[in-house]
């Protein structure tokens, strides 16, 4: 993560050749930074392949054959070629790629983890679920499972009432909840925000549609986000919704009960300090403000946190049920999850945080 920064702090310097490279050698350390390359690929095309001779530098050249620069594109090429050299020469050369590639995409793991992410899959799971339940109540003939999705175990698992989603599926869906975002830096790359609002919308919308994708994934969007969610006021009640519920899913983690302490201390400060750091950095007007819903939402955790580590098992359904707290805790984070997604994406492509950002500068 301290790589990533750097790399996203020399990206809004302007040193876009040193922010390259530190990512390339980035996504040669945790290949889970995939999620986020489309933002780095599509905006220093843009702007450091087609560089503005204005001062101002939230204007970008226009898109034609006479602004191009090809040095800058060599030199972004070479920087990239050789970090990938150095990683991947030896496997090549031991002709042992196929073997590191198959490592790195596991496909035959299945679509969820075994502790569903709080994603778009973990509702999809939970409809599927709904419906087989309603099938069997109503007199519907339902299918038989070859494999529990709620087994807790990793593996390819069939849906019954709703298609199931094959690697491609998830593909697809991801590059179209992703294109919308990068068509709009492509097309109005107005400085470094418009790049960092389009990785946050990369790494939201493969967290939410990606194949396999692991709950820790979620700090790919709390991370950077929190840099924005001190700066407009937007972001700020978008993030404190994500971040809460980011960091609860994580709850289940941390299962052994010497753990229950530090964890839920850590989450009561973590809130704390998003909250104080909000009102500190970013001037008290209605779009901070959290809407009522997102104020009953989060207050939703408690009773969930109740339920889930108290009654459960007090009522006897931990042998019947035991992954129906675990399935609770996961569906309850995607809708937040789901919801901080939709508000942040309309915000980004109604351009209202550019207008707002450049009237607070100018201020």
């Known amino acids: 993560m301290g790589v990533w920064l750097l790399s996203i702090t020399r990206m809004m310097e302007g040193r876009v050749i040193v922010a390259s490279f530190l990512f390339a050698a980035l996504l040669n350390l945790k290949h889970i930074f995939l999620y986020v390359s489309p933002a780095y690929f599509i905006y220093l095309f843009r702007v450091y392949c087609f560089p503005s001779r204005r001062k101002d530098a939230l204007t970008a050249a226009p898109v034609s054959i006479w602004s191009f620069s090809f040095f800058n594109l ?11 050299s150095v990683s991947f020469g030896p496997f090549i050369y031991m002709e042992q790629l196929p073997q590191v590639l198959s490592r790195l995409f596991p496909f035959k793991r299945g679509l969820c983890h075994a502790y569903w992410a709080p994603n778009a899959w973990a509702l999809y799971n939970v409809a599927d679920q709904a419906a087989v339940i309603l099938g069997r109540v109503a007199g519907i003939p339902v299918p038989a499972r070859t494999a529990s999705l709620t087994s807790g175990l990793v593996g390819n698992m069939e849906h019954v009432m709703l298609p199931s989603v094959p690697p491609l599926a998830t593909a697809v869906v991801t590059v179209l909840a992703i294109l919308p975002s990068i068509l709009y830096v492509w097309r109005r790359p107005v400085g ?42 937007a972001v700020a009640s978008v993030f404190l919704v994500l971040s809460t519920a980011g960091h609860y899913s994580l709850f289940p983690l941390l299962f052994q009960p010497a753990e229950t302490p530090i964890k839920v201390l850590l989450f009561l400060l973590t809130v704390l300090v998003t909250v ?55 569906c309850y984070c995607a809708v937040g999850v789901v919801t901080s997604w939709l508000v942040f994406y309309y915000d980004t492509l ?3 945080w550019f207008h707002t950002d450049v009237k ?3 201020s």
């Open 74 to 84: 060599v030199k972004l090429g070479a920087t990239v070629a050789l970090v990938f």
């Open 350 to 352: 109604s351009g209202h």
């Open 192 to 233: 470094p925000e418009s790049f960092l609002r389009c990785l946050i919308l990369c790494a939201y919308s493969s967290f939410l549609f990606g194949w396999h994708v692991h709950e820790k994934a979620i700090i790919l969007i709390i991370i950077p986000m929190s840099l924005l969610a001190v700066e407009q006021p």
């Open 276 to 330: 104080h750091g909000i009102k500190h950095y970013v001037n008290s007007t209605s779009r901070t403000q959290l809407h009522i819903i997102s104020k009953l939402y989060l207050l939703g955790l408690l009773p969930l946190y109740v339920y889930c580590n108290v009654i459960h098992s007090a009522i006897g359904l931990q042998a019947r049920l035991p992954f129906l707290p675990l399935m609770m805790t996961s």
């Open 360 to 362: 607070d500068k100018q």
